[in-house]
């Protein structure tokens, strides 16, 4: 899970922000996602907090590869990579990608904004990790971005990871653009650099980014013979600090 948190001072000419964080929460303090059908209710637990709960009269958003509640604080968003959600013909069968968003206005008329992304799905088993081999995952990068001045999104789609199964390693280059208008749109280039372990699905590493930002990322495979990745991943830099998902399948 990646979590951003910033606090908010309104100001004449608009918002400026201070105590800006990001970071990786690794999977065993990772959310606890609970979904009820007869009520449709969704309740989620990240690592700090109690646990958040949504009533099936806050779903604002019903997709084939989404469902989104809507709150006067927020919103919830659980859903898969597909048409509506990325750039992949079809929703990953096995990764599922929750997106909480809450804004708390402050007694000192500060503003507290917490982004939390979080990735997750069906394990890969140890025993099925491929052992030698190397594999490209096609993978799509959400993630947003937070400066003194603004909040700013990137997206990149179609882009690419590699894991070498034998030597356990996970590297790749992505270029992210920024979906925002405010500040002018820009990119940044991501080097991932990572491992896989050697006992479990899991993948941890750093991501180092051209505009000078630097970050970890932490992950799992996904579905039999890891068919499938994500990756939250959290990097700071030069006033702008970032949270995001970077979730894909093999080619």
Do not use: C, W
């Amino acid at each position: 899970m990646a979590e951003l948190t910033a606090v908010a001072t309104s100001r004449v000419a608009g918002f400026s922000y201070g105590g800006i964080s990001s970071r990786i929460v690794n999977p065993g303090d990772a959310p606890a996602l609970a979904y009820v059908s007869a009520t449709q209710e969704a309740s989620v637990s990240f690592s700090t907090g109690g646990p958040r709960r949504y009533a099936g009269s806050d779903i604002s958003l019903r997709a084939s590869d989404r469902l989104v509640y809507t709150t006067s604080d927020g919103f919830l968003s659980i859903g898969q990579p597909g048409p509506d959600l990325g750039v992949f013909p079809a929703a990953l069968r096995y990764t599922l990608l929750t997106v909480q968003s809450i804004s708390i206005d402050n007694a000192d008329f500060t503003r507290t904004s917490i982004e939390r992304r979080a990735v997750a799905g069906t394990s890969t088993r140890a025993a099925d990790v491929p052992r030698s081999g190397s594999a490209s995952y096609r993978v799509l990068l959400a993630a947003i971005a937070q400066t003194a001045v603004a909040t700013n999104s990137y997206v990149a789609q179609d882009a690419t990871l590699t894991i070498d199964f034998a030597t356990r390693t996970v590297h790749g280059t992505i270029t992210a653009a920024s979906a925002g208008s405010n500040p002018p749109a820009s990119a940044v280039t991501l080097t991932i650099s990572g491992q896989l372990s050697a006992t479990s699905n899991r993948i941890s590493g750093s991501v180092t980014g051209s505009d000078g930002s630097t970050g970890s990322i932490s992950g799992e495979l996904f579905g039999p013979g890891g068919i499938e990745l994500g990756v939250a991943l959290a990097s700071q830099g030069s006033g702008e600090q970032v949270a995001g998902t970077i979730s894909g399948v093999k080619r």
